[in-house]
């Protein structure tokens, strides 16, 4: 998966955030197939562990809506890429929000704790 935040700035001087995520996705069972197809009109937000070790939240406030971008491929050779890839898009205040609950193991087992 992959997150990214750009910075825009209308005419009037109101600044926000176009996030984007990618994700890749194996979609094995329909109960899979179903998920995506409810992910594609979904308004969603998503908690990311990064590289560094920081929980970032994105589409906190506004939410995260499927865009153009979202693909799927059979593959045609042994060893490709056969993920379903869905993009996701939000407009927010902020680039992204942290989630810190004390240090990485306490926010950690927060996350792992949730329920949705």
């Known amino acids: 998966h992959q997150f990214t935040h750009n910075l825009v700035v209308s005419e009037g001087g109101n600044a926000s955030f176009t996030q984007t995520g990618v994700l890749r996705l194996f979609v094995d069972t329909p109960a899979e197939v179903a998920a995506l197809s409810d992910l594609a009109v979904s308004n969603v937000g998503f908690i990311v562990l990064t590289n560094n070790s920081e929980f970032r939240i994105y589409g ?57």
């Open 60 to 116: 906190a406030e506004n939410g995260m809506t499927a865009g153009d971008g979202t693909t799927g491929t059979t593959g045609r050779l042994q060893g490709e890429d056969t993920t379903d890839q869905v993009t996701m898009i939000g407009s927010e205040k902020l680039p992204y929000r942290i989630l810190l609950r004390t240090d990485y193991a306490t926010t950690l087992a927060y996350v792992e704790a949730l329920e949705f």
